[in-house]
């Protein structure tokens, strides 16, 4: 389950750098930010046309109450690739920052 809005900022904060590894898939357009530690794969990352926008992962979250959450159902599979990187541009959060992080 993930969540981002275009207007919002992150600021992802890393501890260790040597506790996160980052995976990417067939397409290579996303880096998965995974906590070697625990599995969790708690942000999403694409670069775009040199621009940083990310998703977070809700099950990362604490202290947010389940019920502000809105649930809904999304399918990729067969979306170009174009496709994929224009939507993302469109939805991710646009102002992202990683610190402590490579």
Same mark, same amino acid.
């Given at each position: 389950?993930?969540?981002?809005?275009?207007?919002?900022?992150?600021?992802?904060?890393?501890?260790?750098?040597?506790? $996160? *590894?980052?995976?990417?898939? /067939?397409?290579?357009? %996303?880096?998965?930010? =995974?906590? &070697?530690?625990? !599995? #969790?794969? +708690?942000? $999403? *990352?694409?670069?775009?046309? /040199?621009?940083?926008? %990310?998703?977070?992962? =809700?099950? &990362?979250?604490? !202290? #947010?109450? +389940?019920?502000?959450?809105?649930?809904?159902?999304?399918?990729?599979?067969?979306?170009?690739?174009?496709?994929?990187?224009?939507?993302?541009?469109?939805?991710?959060?646009?102002?992202?920052?990683?610190?402590?992080?490579?």
């Amino acid at each position: 389950m993930w969540t981002s809005h275009p207007d919002g900022v992150l600021k992802v904060v890393v501890k260790d750098a040597g506790q $996160v *590894s980052r995976y990417a898939f /067939g397409t290579r357009t %996303a880096e998965f930010h =995974v906590c &070697a530690r625990c !599995g #969790v794969v +708690p942000v $999403v *990352s694409s670069r775009i046309n /040199g621009h940083l926008y %990310a998703v977070v992962n =809700v099950n &990362a979250f604490e !202290g #947010v109450a +389940p019920d502000l959450l809105r649930h809904g159902v999304a399918d990729f599979e067969g979306e170009a690739t174009d496709a994929r990187l224009a939507r993302r541009a469109r939805n991710w959060i646009a102002d992202v920052r990683f610190y402590g992080h490579d």
